[in-house]
């Protein structure tokens, strides 16, 4: 009956998100590329010796990075199809992989939309990106025996509910086929409370603890504030959302009452918001300039919008202080990882239920600071700007936590290799 239900629900839906595609493909063309593959429609791959990673949009993607690099290192003779859900996530892909991956769209979970992006990619493995459950495709994977591993998974105990009706739809695929790759014990608990099988599931950590950033991305980050901000202390808000700009705003102009110095680098988490947020700026009248247009930046400017896609990690490395989004508006918050692994102090909101066990380590070590509210944000920029002995301090503990959880990626990686090699044994 639930099946029932599920398919009625995922039919009905399918055509309403499809229309919501082409609504935002209005404004945004990357919506419009490749639309049948939403539908399960391309072009058969031509070996049977792929390997396919989900990973829904840009966070994920980033996330999975050091795990496909590992992939193309040790299965040179695989073809490594990674799928994502949205144009963001599809146009990261490339930026990171452009010659040696292939990108397609992940489809409906559609029945018929199911079989045909499995006859197309023949994949020899699944492995999904943290919290990504689809029933009609788990299930299918299941008949046609491809092993799926959910990578880095990570289940809050505010979505077990929710979980638990979605895992009766493939209970008998999680309760024996799926393996789960848990970032941590609680995780790990909570899928095998929603069903899956307590023999299959492992804790490993999260791969995110092992992200190998580019020296080049420091060099470009060093190289951009040597050049237009050599003199001024800098901060930078990072994926932000809406109504998050508005209070980190209210902090800029704050901080700038006590340090007019200050310049603040805004980065929204989604490109079809550039043009509001730049809106924004031009209503409260602040002088800023944007890094699509190549602005020039003056000792005037309040604010720098960057309004291009792939370079949150480089302006990071530009900035003194970084305030992570997503978690002053209860979205869940986002990665507080980046800015720390590259140096550099880290600020978040409450809201962080995406990665707790992660925001709370880095909390109760004095690794982060916690705000609630502009006066609060633009106290902890400021005390970060002029306490540097805080600051080195901040920076010394969170180099150690994330030194002490590394690893996760080798755990991942022998996991996968038991069913990848036929030389191992599980």
Not at 359 to 368: C, I, N, Y
Request: charged residues 25%; glycine residues 6%; contains cysteine.
């Amino acid at each position: 009956m639930l099946g029932l239900v599920y398919n009625t629900l995922i039919y009905v839906a399918a055509p309403i998100a499809f229309g919501a595609q082409l609504w935002r493909g209005l404004k945004d063309p990357a919506y419009r590329d490749r639309k049948a593959e939403r539908f399960g429609f391309g072009a058969r791959l031509a070996t049977q010796q792929n390997l396919w990673i989900h990973a829904v949009s840009v966070g994920e993607v980033q996330a999975a990075a050091p795990l496909i690099r590992e992939l193309l290192k040790r299965y040179p003779q695989s073809r490594i199809v990674v799928t994502t859900g949205t144009p963001t996530g599809a146009a990261r892909v490339k930026a990171l992989f452009p010659e040696s991956v292939q990108h397609i769209y992940l489809p409906y979970d559609v029945r018929g939309a199911v079989k045909r992006f499995l006859d197309r990619i023949i994949p020899r493995i699944a492995i999904v990106m943290e919290t990504e459950v689809w029933p009609n495709l788990f299930r299918e994977c299941a008949r046609r025996r491809i092993p799926l591993v959910i990578a880095s998974a990570r289940l809050s105990q505010k979505s077990v509910r929710g979980y638990r009706w979605l895992a009766s739809l493939f209970k008998e695929a999680l309760a024996t086929d799926i393996e789960i790759a848990a970032q941590t014990q609680s995780d790990a608990e909570r899928f095998i409370s929603v069903g899956a099988n307590p023999q299959r599931t492992h804790v490993i950590g999260s791969v995110k603890f092992d992200l190998e950033i580019a020296d080049e991305v420091r060099q470009r980050g060093r190289a951009w504030r040597e050049q237009h901000a050599a003199n001024r202390r800098v901060w930078i808000a990072g994926s932000t959302h809406a109504i998050e700009e508005d209070i980190v705003l209210d902090a800029q102009a704050r901080l700038r009452a006590t340090d007019p110095n200050a310049l603040l680098l805004l980065v929204p988490r989604h490109p079809q918001r550039f043009a509001e947020v730049r809106q924004m700026l031009a209503v409260k009248n602040l002088a800023y300039a944007t890094r699509s247009d190549n602005a020039p930046i003056s000792d005037r400017t309040e604010v720098v919008l960057v309004d291009t896609l792939g370079e949150l990690l480089m302006f990071y490395a530009a900035a003194d202080v970084a305030f992570v989004g997503g978690s002053l508006v209860p979205i869940g918050g986002h990665n507080l990882l980046e800015p720390a692994a590259l140096g550099i102090p880290v600020i978040t909101g409450p809201h962080n239920f995406n990665a707790a066990d992660t925001a709370r380590e880095l909390l109760e070590r004095g690794a982060a600071i916690e705000v609630n509210e502009a006066s609060e944000l633009a106290t902890a920029v400021l005390t970060l700007f002029t306490n540097a002995t805080r600051r080195s301090e901040m920076i010394e503990h969170a180099r150690d936590f994330i030194a002490s959880n590394r690893g996760a990626l080798q755990r991942l990686l022998d996991l996968l290799a038991t069913h990848l090699d036929p030389s191992s044994t599980r």
